[in-house]
């Protein structure tokens, strides 16, 4: 039996020193990544778990073997926000669950949630001023926020924003790895309180709309309809809220981060923005026609794929490149580490939109790239996040000129891999 490969001596102590240090994280598991390549065990005392990097273990855990693996880890923070939540929970119930959600992520009802996205993204976008500087990882979220509740709930969540915004934050804070990898007991201030806010909130959403249930056209309707609990119906909410907006705020947060600092990029979307859509407003169709837009926001999600790690626990044995996997342990897949990895990108840290191309994409290896995950347990807002990305960006920059600031940004592992300490950028309305 091989031995999983740990990084000793001096690499362990500069890992273990980066991974405690959280600003060096990422930089610590390329350079683990380097020296031990696709298969390695992390050097944190009290969380023994393996990386998998790389198309044939992606593979492995996401398709051929996924049976084997598991998602729910009753100890994680994630599970214990989450609770039934569709993205936590395993086998049958998992099913049912995403058959309930699936009908209104279907890429058939995404038309109608066009004008709601362009919309959403006036109503923020109308606040800059011209020449203004603006955090675009704050405007993203709100933009994010807007456009979730208003598309899968009905709701208009503008009142709620202020009021909720700090909890939203303290929600993520919890669910973002930190210290409780290593000490479980580690206190949470503030947590409960935003807990309780957010619960009342959502529960508060499904009472109003029990009490007027009309037709089920939106995704809290659908679920009231299928006859769930209120506290089964909160989880999926929640699990919506959560892994339907900050993913979201991360990629548009990224993107607009990007385009500030490569002005000929951007220049080449202003031009292909102006030749679609002119001044009016993008719809579907639009969507298809703004192929260079396409290729910018999925060469931000290889550099920076908001969702970087997932993570499983091995329901069985199982063997993997001459590795034995026990029952129990703890098996991790970088997202991140997969769409840097130098056997399959060239010059992998360079941002460079022409990487997908049709002709690029056709010839790359399946599973070397997967922002969206994969398998069975992909992710159900493919299709929402990708028009959402779109027409956020394509609206944006109908009126827009995105200047850096020249702020360093870096990225930060919270509940996703945002931009930290934001994208600060100024807004150049250009045809004042
Ligand atoms: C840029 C945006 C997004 C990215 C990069 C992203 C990424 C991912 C990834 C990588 C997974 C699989 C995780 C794993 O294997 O453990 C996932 C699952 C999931 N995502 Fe997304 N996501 C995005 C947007 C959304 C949106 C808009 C929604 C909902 C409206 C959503 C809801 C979910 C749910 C519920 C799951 C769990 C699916 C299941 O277990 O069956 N995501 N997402």
């Known amino acids: 039996m091989k031995l999983f490969p740990t990084p000793s001596g001096d690499v362990a102590w500069r890992a273990l020193r980066a991974l405690v240090n959280e600003r060096q994280v990422l930089s610590a598991l390329e350079s683990i990544h ?55 929970e395993d086998g049958e119930m998992h099913d049912t669950l995403r058959h309930e959600l699936n009908p209104a992520l279907h ?121 769930m609990s209120d506290s089964l119906i909160r989880d999926q909410l929640l699990t919506m809220l959560i892994a339907g907006h900050d993913t979201s705020t991360a990629l548009l947060a990224w993107a607009t981060h990007l385009l500030s600092t490569h002005g000929e990029i951007q220049d080449a979307l202003h031009a292909e923005v102006d030749d679609v859509l002119d001044s009016r407003v993008p719809t579907l169709a639009d969507v298809n026609q703004l192929s260079y837009l396409d290729r910018v926001i999925k060469e931000s999600l290889r550099l920076y794929p908001p969702i970087h790690l997932g993570s499983r626990i091995a329901a069985r044995e199982v063997e993997f490149q001459g590795y034995t996997f026990p029952p129990g342990a703890r098996v991790l897949y970088s997202i991140y580490l997969s769409h840097r990895h ?62 850096s600031v020249g702020k360093h940004v870096r990225p930060r592992m919270g509940a996703t891999l945002e931009p930290h300490p934001g994208v600060f950028v100024e807004m150049r309305r250009r045809h004042a």
């Not at 696709?38 to 990386?51: H, I, Y």
């Not at 060239?346 to 990487?355: G, L």
């Open 34 to 88: 380097d020296d031990l390549g696709d298969v390695f065990q992390l050097p944190l005392p009290g969380f023994n778990a393996v990386m998998l990097v790389g198309p044939e273990a992606n593979r492995l855990l996401l398709v051929e073997d996924r049976e084997s693996f598991l998602w729910r880890a009753e100890q994680d923070p994630v599970t214990r926000l989450l609770r039934h939540g569709v993205l936590v």
């Open 107 to 227: 890429r058939k009802m995404i038309e109608g949630y066009v004008e709601a996205m362009w919309r959403c993204t006036d109503q923020v976008a109308d606040q800059w001023r011209d020449a203004s500087h603006v955090d675009m990882l704050v405007e993203m979220r709100k933009i994010a926020l807007l456009i979730l509740t208003k598309t899968l709930f009905r709701e208009d969540f503008t009142p709620k924003i202020k009021p909720l915004w700090q909890t939203i934050l303290r929600t993520l804070q919890y669910i973002s790895p930190g210290l409780w990898l290593l000490w479980r007991g580690v206190p949470r201030p503030g947590y409960r309180r935003a807990l309780q806010q957010m619960d009342a909130y959502l529960y508060q959403l499904i009472a109003v709309r029990r009490a007027a249930l009309g037709e089920p056209s939106d995704l809290l309707g659908g679920l009231i309809v299928s006859g």
């Open 342 to 403: 130098k056997a399959y990108w060239p010059d992998p840290q360079r941002f460079d939109p022409d990487r997908f191309t049709s002709q690029n994409s056709r010839q790359r290896l399946p599973y070397t790239y997967l922002p969206f995950g994969g398998g069975p347990r992909n992710c159900i807002g493919t299709a929402f996040a990708q028009v959402e990305a779109k027409i956020v960006l394509a609206r944006i920059l109908q009126t827009f000129e995105l200047n």
